[in-house]
């Protein structure tokens, strides 16, 4: 049976439970840990960790993260695609980094003092096609399922899997490989004009590079790229943030050759074209300047343009934002409700189209709560529907669905940061307010969903 992404995660874990952890991995380290485990036993050298709040987050770099060649699929002729299962079907070398890496993440997750909550895990297409896995889990379902507290069926239920277009990941390639082609030594002109549309002048050079012309640079020095930030600018460009950091032993090297002292930081921003196959660099920006001291100073830029503030909003190919369990939770629970739905055969036809999504909301002069939108369309409306819509008897029936779901996953979790839970029926003026307790009444069984909506005492 071919493995898929879906099943990946809960086979990893089972694998934890049968062969337990060993080894502690001091808080301090954690981040450390995972790139040594991934590193020294099963030769994963690229990855990136980051700690948002309770949140840990790898990044890994991934040559072709399926077997279908989309350049080629869409340049064909006949414009037929094949099926969905066969066109999203997993590179095997990709499987195995992902299954590594989750590895390594629970491993260290199951043996550290760090009070980490959620994991996720990005794995990205660079080379080709940008697109990305994204895998989002909460640290104490791992410990659950290591002890049979829940299911491997119910754990894979919990794990939130993405497929996305990482945009900056394409937008940054070009800059990317301009510095792989220089292996972390010094450019010169000619490893450098590939990149760019036009020639570039040997002045632009140095002001890009701050090297001495009259001196030859030295192998030993390396040049690092920060975080790379980028931007749509207009149709087919994009403007590109590079950071990049010069380290260098002055002892080592010829006197005089580097403009700036070792472990110097400068910044460029870079106007990519995107208009044919290879994209290439049409401007470059320097952020910085030496001035006739021979010290580094910030270009000044007009007030306007408010950089500095803005990059804060340019997209990154390795973001990572904290995650909060009712947002979770939230979106756990749509993923669930629509999977349920989809595979109920009265649902199926009865309604000709549902759509719903549920969000937590944390208000500040309201208490938290969580909130259903739905918008529903029966195949053969009712000539005498009841007012509301909620009280229809399809509708009901779905709503009984959606509402067990809720409250059997969210009482699975322990979670009791809400009072209610707001039902946006598009169709009905008025929101239904579903509380805490009728719906833990309906639960037990004590009261049904109609007696709730209309306020009728439990039984």
């Known amino acids: 049976m071919k493995r898929n992404f879906q099943e990946l995660a809960s086979l990893v874990f089972l694998g934890l439970i049968l062969f337990g952890c060993t080894g502690t991995y001091p808080a301090d380290r954690v981040k450390e840990s995972i790139s040594e485990i991934c590193r020294k036993e099963y030769g994963i050298e690229k990855i990136d960790v980051k700690i948002s709040g309770a949140t840990i987050g790898v990044f890994l770099p991934i040559k072709k993260l399926f077997v279908a060649d989309f350049k080629e699929i869409l340049a064909k002729k006949d414009g037929k695609l094949a099926d969905m299962e066969n066109l999203f079907q997993p590179a095997p070398e990709a499987l195995d980094q992902v299954e590594d890496v989750l590895f390594s993440i629970s491993r260290v997750l199951l043996s550290t003092d760090l009070k980490l909550q959620f994991y996720v895990l990005q794995a990205t297409d660079v080379e080709k096609t940008g697109l990305q896995l994204v895998l989002s889990g909460y640290v104490e379902d ?8 829940i299911s491997r069926d119910e754990y894979r239920k919990r794990i939130l899997h993405d497929l996305r277009l990482n945009r ?15 292996g972390g030594k010094a450019p010169s002109l000619e490893t450098v004009q590939p990149y760019f549309a036009q ?15 009259q001196v030859p640079g030295n192998k030993l020095a390396r040049w690092h790229l920060g975080e790379l930030r980028s931007a749509p600018l207009e149709q087919n460009r994009v403007m590109v943030y590079v950071p990049v950091i010069l380290d260098y032993d002055p002892q080592t090297v010829a006197p005089g050759a580097f403009r700036i002292p070792p472990g110097t930081a400068f910044e460029s921003i870079y106007i990519l074209s995107f208009d044919k196959e290879i994209p290439k660099i049409i401007r470059a920006i320097p952020l910085s300047y030496l001035d006739t001291a021979g010290q580094l100073q910030k270009v000044p830029i007009p007030a306007d343009l408010n950089i500095e503030n803005d990059l804060a909003t340019w997209e990154t190919e390795f973001p990572l934002a904290e995650i909060h369990l009712g947002d979770f939770l939230a979106e756990q629970l749509m993923r669930r409700t629509q999977n349920l739905l989809f595979a109920d055969e009265r649902v199926q036809n009865t309604f000709e189209n549902i759509q719903l999504a549920f969000r937590y909301q944390k ?13 529903v369309k029966l195949k053969t409306p009712t000539p005498f529907a ?21 409250v059997e996953v969210l009482r699975s979790y322990k979670f009791s940061d809400y009072e209610f839970l707001r039902l946006n029926l598009v169709s009905d003026p008025v929101p239904h307010v579903l509380g805490r307790d009728d719906l833990e009444l309906f639960r037990r069984n004590k ?6 909506l209309t306020g009728i005492a439990p039984f």
């Not at 791992?142 to 507290?149: E, F, M, T």
């Not at 208000?363 to 969580?370: I, T």
């Not at 819509?389 to 779901?405: F, G, I, K, P």
């Not at 009261?447 to 709730?452: K, N, R, V």
């Open 142 to 149: 791992i410990k659950r399922v290591r002890l049979w507290d």
């Open 168 to 182: 900056a990941v394409i937008w940054q390639r070009p800059i990317q490989s301009l510095f792989q082609a220089l």
């Open 199 to 213: 020639p570039i002048s040997p002045e632009m050079f140095q002001t890009l590079f701050f090297l001495n012309p």
């Open 363 to 375: 208000e500040q002069k309201l208490k938290n709560y969580f909130s259903l939108d739905l918008d």
């Open 386 to 406: 009841p007012t509301p819509t909620a009280l229809q008897e399809d509708v009901l029936y779905l709503l009984n669905m959606v509402s067990r779901e809720f």
């Open 447 to 452: 009261i049904d969903l109609q007696g709730i």
